[in-house]
């Protein structure tokens, strides 16, 4: 398919697919849930649409704000399996092992992703020392833990009640994971360091890059409505 | 004439963690899919962004005031300023460098900071705009914020890499660098408290 005829495909799905709704009040009453789970609402222009069926590669977007509303893939709950388990194994040398090291008239320091916050712990600035590490260690090493909880109970169809707790922690807690920000920042620190000092690349920041490469395909992979609507099913499933 | 075609006109709620749709009831309610607490519009949006804007803005000045860090070589210390780490790179030959971090450190939060500010002057005097776009630019903002931590990133890498004693030492300014760090975490807090619903709610003929 060409480039063109994608965008024409995508701009055909966009407008078959959000039909507005105008004046047609939802019926209420005992057909209530049916009824709900035909509607949505945009989360950032709340425009009541009807719901559709989008298959991988489609993307719906909202045909009053444009709000990317849904954008399925395919087998997101084992890939999102798969990636999170690598990420789990590239979590212990990204964080401990050295990632650089400086040398300079004789004498040698390297540094691993601990490091950074605790030098700035010791060194008395604990505010930013807690939000560094927050930022770059345990927000991007829990949400690989949520991830994998939550895509192994979906995969082995094991209901949990607290699965829904995760996955909303999950979502709140994305946007503050900030590997990506991290790698531009080692970066810059090199770009800096580079006149006057001779540098060394460790394991550690190859980890690290490959746990980045993993929890960017971890983003992309993740169908959220998919993943809300199979532990809806799981939910209605143990009740019976 | 207003069409009623928002999900609050027609009664429902639209959960914002899991986006399944509720009936508006009187009293709080939670959703009946993941538990969080259903609000039809963000709880205080108006007020909180406005009171996390205000502590931004105060600490905006600050964070650019005083030195970020001391680089000491050979026992000789010249303190920077976020502006200067710019301009000692540019003196270094590494524009694109500087102009990344300039973007990052400096534009970003400025401009974070007057967008918030225009978006709630826009839901509080009701401007009528296009909709369309400065929902845009909210999405723009809350997805640009996060870039900001990039300078105390590198300097929280500089210090714990540069620690050759009396050779090159790094040392961070605790001033700046935690009232930058506040700005970047109250901004982001803001544009997370802001609903851009109210954008939408305020325009009379959508």
């Known amino acids: ?55 991988a590669g489609d993307k719906v977007h909202c045909p009053r704000c444009d709000y990317l509303l849904h954008r399925p893939r395919d087998q997101s709950i084992s890939r999102t399996f798969a990636l999170s388990l690598a990420g789990l194994f590239l979590l212990f040398p990204a964080n401990f092992l050295p990632m650089i090291g ?34 770059s260690i345990f927000f991007p090493v829990l949400s690989i833990v949520l991830s994998l909880l939550i895509s192994g109970h979906l995969y082995f169809n094991r209901p949990n009640r607290h699965l829904s707790f995760w996955l909303r922690t999950l979502q709140h807690i994305d946007e503050w994971a900030m590997l990506e920000v991290y790698l531009i920042g080692i970066i810059v620190a090199c770009v800096k360091l580079a006149s006057m000092a001779e540098l060394k690349f460790g394991l550690g920041l190859t980890a690290f890059v490959l746990l980045l490469f993993v929890s960017l395909m971890l983003a992309n992979n993740f169908d959220r409505a998919l993943f809300w609507q199979r532990i809806e099913q799981l939910k209605i499933h143990e009740k019976k | 004439m207003k069409k009623n075609n928002t999900a609050l006109e027609q009664g429902l709620i639209s959960c914002h963690d899991c986006g399944k749709l509720a009936q508006k009831t009187i009293e709080l309610a939670v959703c009946s899919r993941c538990g969080g607490t259903l609000h039809s519009r963000l709880p205080h949006s108006f007020q909180r962004t406005f009171a996390l804007l205000v502590s931004g803005f105060a600490l905006y ?20 300023t976020i502006l200067g780490g710019i301009v000692a790179l540019i003196y270094g030959d590494m524009l694109p460098i500087a102009m990344l971090v300039l973007v990052a450190s400096i534009l970003v939060p400025l401009l974070k900071l007057l967008g918030l500010s225009l978006l709630l002057l826009c839901v509080h005097y009701r401007w009528q705009v296009n909709a369309k776009i400065w929902t845009r630019m909210y999405r723009i903002i809350s997805f640009v914020g996060r870039w900001s931590m990039l300078d105390i990133f590198m300097i929280s890498i500089l210090v714990s890499l540069v620690q050759l004693g009396s050779v090159a030492q790094v040392i961070a300014g605790s001033a700046a660098a935690t009232s930058f760090a506040s700005v970047v975490i109250l901004t982001m807090f803001a544009a997370k408290s802001f609903d851009p619903r109210l954008i939408w709610d305020v325009q009379n003929n959508i």
């Open chain 1, 1 to 55: 398919m060409t480039i063109h005829k994608m965008i024409d495909y995508e701009k055909n799905i966009k407008m078959r697919s959000n039909v507005r709704i105008e004046n047609k009040k939802p019926k209420s009453g005992h057909k209530n849930n049916r009824c709900e789970s035909k509607y949505l609402a945009c989360p950032e222009c709340d425009l009541l649409l009807q719901q559709i069926l989008a298959v």
């Open chain 2, 61 to 80: 000045i600050p964070a650019n005031l005083f030195p970020i860090m001391t680089v000491t070589k050979l026992g000789v210390g010249e303190p920077h």
């Open chain 1, 102 to 135: 400086v040398k300079a008239l004789g004498s040698y320091h390297d540094g691993t992703l601990l490091d950074g916050a605790f030098t700035l712990f010791r060194e008395g600035m604990w505010g930013v020392a807690i939000l560094v590490f927050f930022s």
